[in-house]
C-alpha cells in the first residue's frame, strides 16, 4: 500500500507564493520513479480539476497556471513539490497529490493512489 502526505498549504495573500511537498511511502509494484504523478485541487462545490503533472520526461500545467506553476520530482526523497507563484484568489482550493500508473494524468479518475490534502487559501 501507498501512502502519499502533502504539505505546504496555508493562507496567503492574493501575488505571493507557496511550495506542496507530496512524500510518498510504502510498496509499490514499481520504482517512484517510474510511475506517472500529477497534482489536483478541488474547490468547493466544484470537480477536481487537473493542476500539473509529469508522465516520462514531460511534464504538463492546466492552461490556468501555466507560467506561474511549476512541477518537479525528486526521485531519490521518492517527493514530488509543486512550487504556486503570483498566486489569485481563483487558486483557492483543497490540492491533492496522486500517483498513476496508466492512463492520462490529466483524468482524476485513473489515479490509483491520492493523498489526503492541504488546503491553500488565497486571499485577494
Known amino acids: 500500500q501507498v501512502r502519499l502526505v502533502e504539505s505546504g498549504g496555508g493562507l496567503v495573500q492574493a501575488g505571493d507564493s507557496l511550495r506542496l511537498s507530496c512524500a510518498a511511502s510504502g510498496r509499490t509494484e514499481r520504482t517512484f520513479s517510474s510511475y506517472a504523478m500529477g497534482w489536483f485541487r478541488q474547490a468547493p462545490g466544484k470537480e477536481r480539476e487537473f493542476v500539473a503533472g509529469?508522465?516520462?520526461?514531460?511534464?504538463y500545467y492546466a492552461d490556468s497556471v501555466k507560467g506561474r506553476f511549476a512541477f518537479s520530482r525528486d526521485d531519490a526523497k521518492n517527493t514530488m513539490y509543486l512550487e504556486m507563484n503570483s498566486l489569485k484568489p481563483e487558486d483557492t482550493a483543497v490540492y491533492y497529490c496522486?500517483?498513476?500508473?496508466?492512463?492520462?494524468?490529466?483524468?482524476?479518475?485513473?489515479?490509483?493512489?491520492w493523498g489526503q490534502g492541504t488546503q491553500v487559501t488565497v486571499s485577494s
Open positions: 509529469i508522465n516520462g520526461d514531460t511534464t
Open positions: 496522486g500517483i498513476v500508473s496508466r492512463g492520462s494524468i490529466r483524468w482524476h479518475g485513473n489515479y490509483d493512489y
